[in-house]
Structures are given as structure tokens and as C-alpha cells.
T-cell receptor
């Protein structure tokens, strides 16, 4: 039973480009969460999604960031027109039925903006 | 505004001794607390949790203590092993079934053989 899969593991973008981060939850999990970890910081909640629905996006920056979790396929975190301050580790977590008690994290995507 | 604080960035202990990692919080609405362990280049993995209605939870070598009046929790690892060397994050959830976790900055534990 594969865990939460994130790809790519490392992503390098130049300022102004778009970044797409993918997350495939564990089999049977329909709840996905995205967290961001800036250097020397703890993880910060960004967004919580269920299939085809955004449930809570209170942690998402108002501009340039969007997330989706389509009926088929992985969850995507999209960052448009990246800036250096977007450089961080982005972690995806999934759970079978919601609830922070059963969160499983992926290994993360390290985004570097040049 | 840091609601969950881990004031020690690092901790070093000898193998076989006790490791005590501390965490303070400011938000009285937090009702559930978790500890995660993170190795380099990996995601956090769940270690142990405690509800605010309890003051202690134990799982093998790991025990979490909660002092609600002081808004303080601690993770005890005994005996410590070299494989325990990792970054430990304290996290908290607000009442009302929130799906968000608020994390501290982490404490890097090094267990020396």
C-alpha cells in the first residue's frame, strides 16, 4: 500500500514562471491537505480539499495560489508567477475520512525559485 | 503571532537517557495536540497525540504530558536511541473539529551513541 506520493521531489523555477505540485493520496483516502514549510519555520496549513471540493482555503495566499482535487487524478497545487519568497517545502497529507488524527504526509516537494 | 512555540531549536542527549521536548501554546481553543517526527528529506510522521481532556498519554517509549493551566506539553522519550535523532514538531488543533493543524518550529533531537 503506497503512501502519499508527491512529485516532483525537487522543482526549480525562475521568477515569473508557474509551479505545479502534484499529490496522490493514499489509496482509499479522499481528503487532502497542503502545508508549506518555509526555511527555519514550522509547517503552515494552506488548504483542505475533498474530491472536487475546496473545503477550507483559509491558509492560501490570496493571489497566485490555487489548488484542486479532481474526481480523477492527483491533487494539484498551482503557483503562478512565482517569486523568491515562494521557495519552500510543500507537503501534502491525506486522510481516509477527514480529521487530523489520521493524517499521513508525503515526502514533500522542495520548490526553489531562482 | 506564533500560537505554538517550541523554544529549544535543538537538544542533544546520550543514548539510553531520557529526552524531554517541550511545547507551549497560547490559544485556549486548542483541544487536541500531536507530536510528529521528521527525518531529513521526508515528510512528518505521526508519533503520539493527546486530547485536552487527558493529562498523559503513553505509547511504548513515548509519553506526552499536558498541563492545560500552564498551556504546556512535553514529549518524553525513554530510553532514547540513536534512531530517534530527528526533528520533532508539536502541533495543535482548535475546538470545533477544525481540520487545520498549527505547528511549532520544531526541535532537532540528536541522540549520541
Amino acid at each position: 500500500n503506497a503512501g502519499v506520493m508527491q512529485n516532483p521531489r525537487h522543482l526549480v523555477r525562475r521568477r515569473g514562471q508557474e509551479a505545479r505540485l502534484r499529490c496522490s493520496p493514499m489509496k482509499g483516502h479522499s481528503h487532502v491537505y497542503w502545508y508549506r514549510q518555509l526555511p527555519e519555520e514550522g509547517l503552515k496549513f494552506m488548504v483542505y480539499l475533498q474530491k472536487e471540493n475546496i473545503i477550507d482555503e483559509s491558509g492560501m495566499p490570496k493571489e497566485r495560489f490555487s489548488a484542486e482535487f479532481p474526481k480523477e487524478g492527483p491533487s494539484i497545487l498551482r503557483i503562478q508567477q512565482v517569486v523568491r519568497g515562494d521557495s519552500a517545502a510543500y507537503f501534502c497529507a491525506s486522510s481516509p475520512a477527514g480529521g487530523v488524527e489520521k493524517l499521513f504526509f508525503g515526502s514533500g516537494t522542495q520548490l526553489s525559485v531562482l | 503571532d506564533q500560537q505554538v512555540k517550541q523554544n529549544s531549536p535543538s537538544l542533544s542527549v546520550q543514548e539510553g537517557r531520557i529526552s524531554i521536548l517541550n511545547c507551549d501554546y497560547t490559544n485556549s481553543m486548542f483541544d487536541y495536540f500531536l507530536w510528529y517526527k521528521k527525518y531529513p528529506a521526508e515528510g512528518p510522521t505521526f508519533l503520539i497525540s493527546i486530547s485536552s481532556i487527558k493529562d498523559k498519554n503513553e505509547d511504548g517509549r513515548f509519553t506526552v504530558f499536558l498541563n492545560k493551566s500552564a498551556k504546556h506539553l512535553s514529549l518524553h522519550i525513554v530510553p532514547s536511541q540513536p534512531g530517534d535523532s530527528a526533528v520533532y514538531f508539536c502541533a495543535a488543533r482548535s475546538k470545533g473539529g477544525s481540520e487545520k493543524l498549527v505547528f511549532g518550529k520544531g526541535t532537532k533531537l540528536t541522540v549520541n551513541p
